[in-house]
């Protein structure tokens, strides 16, 4: 439980950069505001918006963690603004937009195209034989592949684990941790009928599982606590399994 800090003045140093606006050339800007009780990061950038400067723009929707729209760099780590507490936090916050994606405008960033290419590239939906019927029974599954299906399906795809992949920061091909942990999730659902070679095409190269060079960030900043490494076990395993056959 995050602690309350009393009587703390926030120093705040905000990355600004409008793309849209040609006059606009990326700076750093400081603001300062008095901590308040239990204050998240969300609290404090809409105190910034009303009292300092209404044109700063950055993303919230649910306040919550699951919508995944407000990731962005706190004091250098990619993290969920509305569950961050400053009283967490030292006295200095720097906050930059999360790299990798389109930046939107200061920290607003559009993670949706990265995730919508990243979709289509793998295909990131179960592929049937049959069309889908409404009056059909539902398909049965075991336990434990519904539970590790479960698992992968968390992601509230935020963007978080991609920023702080060292290889998705210089690759825009490779599938990223959060790629990565869709093609599992598809690949473990026995309602796909896409088989070993076709999994393994999609997975076994650079820009699969065997692109991670292992730092392992993602899984120390998932804010949902995905279990990636898991995930690249699994799918390493798939792809020497096959390719031993
Ligand atoms: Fe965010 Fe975790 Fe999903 Fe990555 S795997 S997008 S960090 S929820
Ligand atoms: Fe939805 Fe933070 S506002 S995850």
Redesign the pocket.
């Given at each position: 439980m995050s602690g309350n800090n009393a009587n703390r003045r926030l120093k705040f140093e905000i990355f600004r950069y409008n793309p849209q606006d040609p006059d606009s050339t990326p700076h750093m800007q400081n603001f300062e505001i008095d901590e308040l009780p239990y204050m998240s990061l969300f609290m404090a950038l809409n105190e910034i918006r009303e009292k300092h400067d209404p044109s700063l723009q950055f993303d919230f929707a649910c306040r919550s963690a699951i919508c995944?729209s407000c990731?962005m760099m706190v004091n250098g780590k990619?993290s969920l603004g509305c569950r961050t507490q400053t009283s967490d936090l030292p006295e200095l916050i720097r906050l930059h937009p999360l790299p990798v994606f389109k930046l939107v405008g200061d920290l607003s960033v559009d993670t949706g195209i990265w995730f919508r290419e990243m979709a289509e590239k793998s295909e990131a939906w179960i592929h049937a034989k049959e069309a889908f019927d409404p009056a059909a029974q539902e398909d049965r599954m075991d336990d434990e592949t519904a539970q590790k299906i479960y698992d992968s399906d968390?992601?509230?795809?935020?963007?978080?684990?991609?920023a702080?992949c060292g290889v998705a920061n210089v690759s825009g091909e490779f599938a990223g941790?959060?790629g990565l942990?869709r093609m599992a999730r598809f690949s473990m659902d026995p309602r796909d009928t896409r088989d070993d070679a076709d999994w393994f095409e999609l997975i076994s190269n650079e820009h699969g599982v065997f692109g991670c060079i292992g730092m392992m960030a993602?899984h120390d900043?998932?804010?949902?606590?995905?279990p990636?490494l898991e995930v690249y076990a699994y799918l390493r395993r798939k792809a020497l399994t096959t390719a031993l056959k």
């Open positions: 995944g990731g990619p968390r992601c509230i795809e935020c963007g978080c684990c991609v702080s941790p959060a942990n993602c900043i998932c804010p949902k606590e995905l990636l």
